[in-house]
């Protein structure tokens, strides 16, 4: 098959969730002998369009800083949209595969799918419903009636990314029939084989530091715990508009000794090391759309999980609730009082470790590649559903 990616954030230009997913499917479908294209922003110096592990990239537009104030950049997303029609007109494919965010961009890659006659497929990673007014105030009324024009009129399939993510759309009204779950993966050989990192951290965090993650709350719940726990060390992996902010925070906190900010860590490798040389992961963000593959590769590495419960938040079935992590509520009490008995009980923390581990196993990317290959093969002919 031919098959394009439309996205504007590209890994390894771009890291997170989304982006990891984008390139572990498309480099491993080309693998398989289908012929790739990835339609993004070019965050790379040189020609437009290259070559990455078999697949081709397309830089449809210049670079320009995807937030703006902590969000989203709107003049980043209509640049995208309005440059990614000429481009994906150009070639005729089985199959596009139209990535929710930064929304603007679908509509465009619908007609450029109708004119082409592609089957177009919309990968959802969260659903936002009210939460738009949250983050737009009252440019929110527009980001959700764009949000339901996308969800109901443009796709012949909608693939979500978790279970909570299907049940989402539902409530909004797309058919059942017309929605194929897709979830994340990860490379589980892979991280497998790493051997842990020398610096030791009791508490790990991974992803981008911007608001929803809530991130200052993990920082409090360690000050609290610091009282009793003085020698507490947290790693924060990743980067953000909020980054100053939070290392400030720390500063002001006196947690210079407890708290390291890494940044970005570009080998894959070594963020596994790292991850596998702390004790517990908490994730306190209120934004995950129910899929996270940094929860899944923290339960690969052995790390019992701390998440938030949250509607927009981990989808419930991916943390088996005193199994393999907890859910609590978004304040630094109750994220510290579960670090507090991970540290401090050791045999649950290890039980719960080796339940991670097999609870991880069955999300291999390979697997997950199976379920996408035989998604889009149903979409050579477009399905009505919607």
């Known amino acids: 098959m031919r098959i394009a990616y439309v996205h504007d954030a590209i890994y390894p230009f771009i890291k997170g969730g989304a982006e990891r997913r984008l390139y572990e499917l498309s480099r491993r ?17 040189g020609k437009p369009v290259r070559e990455m592990d078999g697949v081709t990239l397309h830089g449809v537009c210049r670079p320009v800083p995807l937030y703006s104030g902590g969000r989203r950049s709107i003049r980043a997303a209509a640049l995208f949209a309005g440059s990614v029609f000429p481009r994906i007109m150009g070639g005729r494919f089985d199959v596009i595969d139209c990535f929710q965010a ?39 009324i527009v980001g959700r009636a764009m949000e339901r024009a996308i969800l109901l009129g443009l796709a012949d399939r909608v693939i979500a990314v978790s279970e909570q993510t299907r ?42 530091l911007i608001e929803p993650k809530n991130v200052d709350i993990l920082l409090w719940a360690i000050e609290s715990l610091k009282r009793e726990m003085p020698g507490i060390r947290a790693g924060i992996i990743g980067d953000g508009p909020e980054r100053p902010k939070l290392e400030r925070l720390a500063r002001d906190l ?78 630094p009490e109750a994220i510290a009082e579960k670090i507090r008995l991970l540290l401090s009980e050791e045999e649950i923390r290890e039980r719960m470790g080796r339940n991670a581990i097999r609870f991880a196993r069955q999300f291999n990317w390979e697997k997950i590649v199976d379920t996408i290959e035989k998604v889009y093969g149903e979409l050579r002919s477009p399905a009505p559903w919607l």
């Open 167 to 208: 049940d989402d759309l539902i409530s909004l009204g797309v058919k059942a029939e017309g929605i194929r779950v897709v979830p994340n993966g990860i490379d589980y050989e892979r991280i497998e084989n790493v051997k842990p990192a020398r610096e030791q951290f009791d508490v790990i965090y991974l992803g981008r």
């Open 254 to 331: 006196s947690m210079r000794k407890n708290v390291k900010f890494f940044g970005f860590v570009e080998d894959y490798d070594e963020v596994i090391a790292k991850m596998k040389s702390s004790k517990v992961f908490v994730i306190p963000s209120t934004q995950e759309g129910g899929a996270s593959i940094v929860t899944l590769e923290a339960n690969a590495c052995g790390l019992p999980v701390i998440a938030v419960d949250h509607p927009l938040g981990i989808d419930k079935r991916l943390i088996r609730d005193g199994r393999t992590g907890f859910f609590v509520k978004l304040s």
């Open 29 to 45: 479908l080309a693998q398989r002998g289908h012929e790739v294209h990835v339609f993004g922003v070019r965050w790379w110096r």
């Open 102 to 140: 930064p929304y603007l961009h679908c509509f465009p890659t619908k007609i450029g799918a109708v004119v082409n006659r592609s089957a177009l497929a919309v990968t959802w990673h969260e659903v936002w419903r009210g939460y738009w007014h949250e983050y737009l105030g009252a440019l929110g």
